[in-house]
């Protein structure tokens, strides 16, 4: 499991000047950082030593926010958009394609580590036969195949590989 | 009229995005010049007379916003943009942020000088990432052509724009929990009043508008309140965005001038949503986000504007427009706009937080045959009412418009028992 370094950690917390108002901020990078998806309690505990935060607002952060997980997850988050607009423009498809892609249920992660599945509430990608998400990356819905080579690129870590695919933002 | 127009997204595709020389060649900063130029109240005035109302779902008139704050003593004054667009359905300021960043920033520019504002700030939801690096591209060309920051222009004025994200919570949009989460808290909404023209951000006077509310603000300088006005609807002035979806052959976001668009241009003209795919008719329409009416067949005809629709029980709201084709069942997708609801609540309050549950369970139950009683039809309404009347904040009073409508839009299906399979014809 990747681990966050106290030394990456303090040079997150000091790009944002150790401002506790700038809290959130700061534990999206520490989760981006994670190399897991996720705010381990170990930087938590760093964060809310150095901004002078309690550590029950931390942990209300990140339990309030649903970017937010304390457990580990895939490298990149696989999200399929399950609001109105997008369940009923194929969304349960685009849902079960990539649930078949990744050989995992929604809520979880794939036995390599890189991809973990979850439902979403909408993401702003609407009309587009169920949009799903990928990292910070959104794509249209799509035929299996057309899904699958999405998730391939991310699997062979090639940007190339998905160019003019379905990209919406 | 025309049914398209180019006012909010004039450049939007055609134009470099992040070039300020081509943002000026369509008269960009402009505005911001002219401002330069004109007393606070003077600005204030075009806007009023613009009749601009508040884009981001509550139609409330900037003018009125504006006029507020700066009769309010204390400074500073901050000024905040919401660019949080989490109502399902919408993806207009999306499209504002990435292809005509310099309007909306011009906007908020012309903002903080008519209230001599140190720093706006925006608050982007957490899912738009690469949204947030590009609008922080964005500023920082601005700041280096002189556009941002110290003695802006050579002036006195002094201004800078930081980007604020967000981290997954719908009720962030709502403006005082978005002024809580971009403190660094939980985004639980306020209480009201104090309002937050008077105890905002920090504590102090703040202004709250929509992406597409201070998009439209260069606009109405260049082109005069009233011209602007002339442009929409005689009680809303301007174009608005409007975010087509569901089962429509041309989804995406269209610019219509207000009231020169009825929602049939906007469901079947050729030139936006092209109609219903696969052969199919329409079966009803849900306007401006979850927390919005859903409006059926017979409500094509009215003009899309602010009033007319609200005459009609219908809304403009945030500009979504999601077409669902009579394949869909109301009640499975009100079921849907509940569960969206009882996830996004925020928990503060009773009525909401167990309300949403309770009313995701009733449209369970409405779809199981012979089990709907009088006794739920009671207790549902009841619901209804406690829901709407003693939530918190806007998000519980406005999670059973959606199915308030469609009760009526549809009689028959939202009475199981009571009427029993004739409605379902
Ligand atoms: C639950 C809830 C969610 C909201 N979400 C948004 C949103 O995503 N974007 C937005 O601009 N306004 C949203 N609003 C409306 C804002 O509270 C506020 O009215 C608006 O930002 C004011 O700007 P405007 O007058 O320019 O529209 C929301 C309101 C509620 C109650
Ligand atoms: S109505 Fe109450 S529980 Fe619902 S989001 Fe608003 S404050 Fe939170």
């Not at chain 1, 990149?76 to 349960?92: M, N, Q």
Request: aromatic share 8%; glycine share 12%; net charge neutral.
């Amino acid at each position: 499991m990747p681990e966050l370094s106290e030394s990456q950690a303090r040079a997150i917390m000091a790009d944002f000047h150790d401002d506790p108002q700038r809290l959130i901020a700061i534990l999206l990078d520490i989760q981006e950082a994670s190399g897991a998806n996720r705010v381990e309690k170990k930087s938590a505990l760093l964060v809310s030593e150095t901004l002078g935060v309690p550590l029950t607002r931390i942990y209300e952060i990140l339990t309030f926010y649903s970017m937010f997980s304390l457990a580990p997850r895939g490298k990149y988050l696989v999200e399929a958009c399950e609001s109105a607009p997008c369940h009923f423009d194929g969304g349960e498809t685009t849902l079960s394609h990539l649930a078949d892609i990744l050989g995992v249920s929604p809520g979880e992660t794939t036995a390599d580590g890189l991809f973990t599945l979850e439902k979403s509430a909408c993401f702003g990608a609407c009309g587009h036969g169920g949009a799903f998400k990928i990292g910070d990356e959104a794509y249209r819905g799509g035929s299996r195949n057309q899904i699958a080579s999405v998730i391939r690129s991310y699997r062979e870590n090639s940007p190339r590989l998905r160019e003019g695919l379905a990209w919406l933002y | 009229m025309a049914l398209l127009v180019s006012m909010v997204l004039e450049g939007a595709g055609e134009t470099d995005p992040l070039s300020i020389k081509d943002y000026e060649s369509l008269g960009g900063f402009a505005a911001l010049r002219a401002a330069f130029a004109l007393e606070p109240q003077a600005i204030i005035r075009e806007i009023t007379g613009a009749k601009l109302l508040g884009r981001g779902g509550a139609a409330y008139p900037a003018g009125k916003k504006w006029e507020q704050l700066l009769n309010i003593e204390g400074s500073p004054k901050y000024i905040v943009c919401n660019a949080d667009e989490g109502e399902p359905g919408t993806f207009k300021d999306r499209r504002i942020m990435e292809a005509v960043p310099l309007r909306l920033l011009e906007g908020m520019i012309i903002a903080g000088l008519t209230f001599n504002s140190p720093r706006g700030f925006i608050y982007v939801r957490g899912e738009y990432r690469r949204l947030q690096r590009r609008l922080a591209e964005a500023i920082q060309i601005l700041r280096d052509a002189g556009y941002l920051g110290e003695r802006i222009l050579g002036s006195p004025f002094s201004f800078e724009i930081t980007t604020i994200s967000g981290a997954g919570a719908y009720v962030c949009g709502e403006n005082s929990a978005l002024l809580n989460s971009a403190e660094g808290l939980a985004g639980r909404p306020r209480i009201k009043p104090p309002h937050l023209a008077e105890v905002g951000l920090f504590l102090k006077p703040t202004l709250v508008n929509n992406v597409e509310s201070f998009a439209n603000i260069p606009l109405v300088l260049t082109m005069g309140g009233e011209k602007f006005l002339q442009a929409g609807h005689p009680q809303s002035g301007g174009s608005k965005l409007v975010c087509l979806s569901g089962h429509v052959r041309a989804p995406g976001v269209y610019e219509v001038p207000l009231g020169g668009a009825t929602l049939r241009d906007i469901i079947f003209s050729p030139q936006l949503g092209d109609g219903i795919r696969d052969g199919r008719e329409l079966g009803f329409f849900h306007l401006g986000g979850q927390s919005g009416p859903l409006g059926g067949p017979a409500d094509l005809d009215v003009p899309y504007a602010y009033y007319p629709l609200r005459e009609r029980g219908l809304a403009v709201g945030s500009g979504a427009v999601v077409a669902l084709d009579a394949s869909v069942s109301p009640v499975e997708y009100l079921q849907k706009v509940a569960e969206f609801f009882s996830r996004e609540s925020c928990g503060k309050c009773v009525p909401c937080r167990e309300g949403n549950k309770i009313l995701a369970k009733y449209l369970q139950k409405l779809q199981i045959p012979g089990a709907w009683t009088p006794e739920d039809e009671r207790r549902l309404s009841d619901l209804m009412v406690a829901m709407r009347r003693a939530s918190f904040c806007g998000l519980g009073q406005s999670a059973t418009t959606a199915l308030a409508s469609a009760q009526k839009l549809f009689p028959g299906r939202f009475a199981g028992a009571s009427a029993p399979a004739a409605s379902e014809a």
